[in-house]
């Protein structure tokens, strides 16, 4: 139960040290709101894009495309904003399963609220065409989920290695596709408005992929951190 | 490890390789609509995909037991079977592609199989882009151990059980019949598992050879 009351602990730190500063959150959400601006202007070029008749498969896909870059962009964040005396103090009063527990705690929060967020911004810009708003937004929460799961671990990996940016891309690309193929097609379902059951199995894997994302960071973490 | 070095395995699989090679091409075959005689592509192309699981998942075992023992050793082991996979992955992905132009009409035709296994190839490109990326060498094991532990069961998803539930054209695949449970007859039986098996051994046979290498020059460079 000490790894509880760290993780507690911890994730207090995180939240309270985002308060302060509000730099990942305001950064990311000017980033999502700009990016949706520049898409906004650059589609609306072509006269009646907003009723051409491939506006609803565009709407979602260019969401989740988003979304993804917002995602490797606040997640990044979440181990190379860290200096590394910081990290060796946490290292000495912490396990390392609470610390990357907390981190993916702290993540899902994040990524959560910025999530929604975007997806509010984005329908006030791009006309609004979903046939089943609660069932999109629950997807667009389980999708926010399974990037911070999987993005806090492959961070991790990539704050070790040295170089941030480039590396945290090339690593993650190939874990998140499926997972992303799996929400864009979720999320078409939600967007026509179909029958939900017919999405509960890929809803089943998105939320297995999850389980087994967080029980290997919780394996993996503690080889990774000790140098 | 004695099995290694042993030599019997490796005439019997250069044996039967070559046996997998004529028969393949010179025994009868069903005729099916379509396919007709590029069903043989499956003597070639599907034992590439063994032998890449094969060294893949002797990877995957050694960066777990390096995890464990933190033996130089065992990261020669995990990054040449790597490298040897990659190597059955392009050889297999090259097979499939000619077998696609002859039976779906193009060699790239954005099929769920062709793209999870892109994809799947870019996981281990990856793999090998982190380790040049670190100096250090126990940093590099270490690490690119962890990433090869979390890449394997995506791997798995993206090849095996991604492609299953969509519309894939390949066999074996959304709802289109395997080989194995319509249209192989005993004709094809008696050369499709030797192949797999000898395939099999053959990417041990090259991981093994290419450890052995890495493993005199690691022992050069180290410091007495």
Same mark, same amino acid.
């Given at each position: ?160 290695? @040295? /170089?941030? &940016?480039? $590396?945290? *891309? !090339?690593?993650?690309?190939? =874990?998140?596709?499926?997972? +992303? #193929? ?18 509960? @199995? /890929?809803? &089943?894997? $998105?939320? *297995? !992929?999850?389980?087994?994302? =967080?029980?290997?960071?919780? +394996? #993996? ?7 | ?224």
């Amino acid at each position: 139960m000490q790894v509880l009351s760290q993780t507690k602990h911890l994730l207090k730190k995180e939240i309270l040290l985002e308060w302060r500063s509000k730099y990942a959150f305001n950064g990311v959400l000017l980033y999502i709101v700009s990016t949706v601006f520049v898409c906004y202007i650059a589609f609306n070029l072509s006269a009646g894009f907003t009723h051409s008749q491939g506006y609803p498969v565009v709407w979602n896909v260019l969401f989740w495309i988003i979304m993804l870059f917002a995602a490797v962009n606040a997640m990044s964040k979440s181990f190379l904003q860290e200096s590394k005396s910081r990290l060796l103090y946490y290292y000495s009063i912490a396990s390392p399963q609470a610390i990357i527990l907390s981190k993916i705690i702290y993540n899902i929060l994040l990524m959560s609220l910025l999530s929604v967020l975007a997806l509010l911004v984005y329908m006030l810009f791009f006309t609004n065409t979903l046939g089943d708003p609660f069932y999109y937004f629950l997807v667009v929460l389980l999708g926010s989920i399974s990037f911070a799961t999987v993005f806090t671990m492959i961070s991790a990996i990539a704050a070790k290695a @040295g /170089n941030g &940016g480039t $590396l945290m *891309a !090339i690593l993650s690309f190939p =874990v998140i596709i499926p997972v +992303i #193929l799996l929400l864009i097609r979720t999320s078409k379902v939600a967007m026509d408005g179909l029958e939900r059951g017919s999405t509960y @199995g /890929n809803i &089943g894997i $998105l939320c *297995a !992929i999850n389980v087994i994302v =967080v029980g290997a960071s919780l +394996i #993996l973490f503690p080889y990774l951190w000790q140098d | 490890m004695k099995f290694i070095y042993q030599t019997w395995w490796k005439v019997l699989t250069v044996l039967v390789i070559l046996y997998t090679l004529f028969a393949g091409l010179l025994l009868g075959v069903p005729r099916l609509p379509i396919m007709h005689e590029t069903i043989r592509n499956v003597y070639f192309h599907v034992p590439m995909w063994m032998a890449m699981f094969t060294v893949f998942t002797i990877s995957v075992v050694y960066s777990i037991k390096y995890l464990i023992s933190g033996k130089p050793e065992h990261d020669l082991v995990a990054v040449e079977c790597a490298n040897t996979g990659v190597f059955f992955f392009v050889v297999g992905l090259v097979t499939g592609m000619m077998w696609a132009k002859y039976t779906w009409g193009e060699y790239w035709s954005n099929d769920p199989k062709q793209n999870s296994a892109a994809i799947a190839f870019l996981l281990y490109c990856a793999y090998l882009v982190l380790r040049n990326s670190i100096d250090e060498e126990q940093k590099r094991a270490k690490i690119s151990a962890v990433y090869n532990i979390f890449a394997f069961p995506v791997m798995v998803v993206l090849i095996m059980i991604l492609p299953r539930m969509t519309d894939s054209l390949h066999p074996g695949n959304g709802g289109n019949p395997a080989f194995g449970k319509l249209d192989l007859d005993n004709r094809m039986r008696v050369v499709l598992y030797p192949a797999f098996i000898a395939w099999c051994f053959m990417g041990v046979w090259i991981a093994s050879i290419r450890y052995r290498i890495s493993l005199i020059e690691y022992k050069k460079n180290a410091i007495d």
